[in-house]
């Protein structure tokens, strides 16, 4: 199963993306030990439309044109609160289940679109405190890498 992590706009040198590699850069090999295709982290642009509605609008339908088939998960500040284990045997479970792949999205800085949480099959969120999408990013991909190391029994989650 393929995980994809798809995002609104350019992470830039700086922090958030040393930490988005560092994580990608240990999920990988795990992820193929588990039975876990590629982590593949598509970027896609900021809208340039003038309203809010408008950009969120734009980068929805872009974000929902570029998932590939399998789940979507949405993170937003609406969504509802998992554990990692739990969100670790989600992940397992749409992998034993034969889904494709799992498309995790994160919108831009206006946030996502309705469209996107109502197609995503869980949307899930990091708590009610709004964050920097570009830090929401590095998070997903902790989350990920998390998850991959609860399932492979290794000690990196701590409870």
């Not at 030990?33 to 980068?59: M, V, W, Y």
Request: include cysteine; glycine fraction near 10%; charged fraction near 25%.
């Amino acid at each position: 199963m393929r995980i994809t992590v798809l995002s609104v706009g350019r992470l830039k040198a700086g922090p958030e993306r040393s930490l988005v590699e560092r994580y990608h850069e240990r999920a990988v090999p795990l992820a193929r030990t588990l039975g876990f295709g590629a982590i593949d982290l598509p970027e896609l642009p900021e809208s340039n439309a003038r309203h809010a509605d408008q950009r969120k609008a734009e980068e929805g339908a872009a974000l929902l044109a570029r998932c590939a088939s399998g789940v979507i998960v949405a993170f937003d500040e609406r969504g509802a609160n998992l554990s990692s284990a739990d969100f670790a045997r989600r992940l397992s479970g749409w992998r034993d289940a034969g889904e494709a792949g799992v498309n995790l999205i994160v919108g831009g800085p206006d946030g996502l679109d309705a469209a996107v949480r109502e197609r995503a099959s869980l949307v899930l969120s990091f708590g009610a405190l709004t964050m920097p999408h570009q830090i929401v990013r590095a998070l997903v991909l902790e989350q990920v890498y998390r998850c991959l190391t609860i399932l492979a029994g290794h000690p990196y989650h701590r409870v």
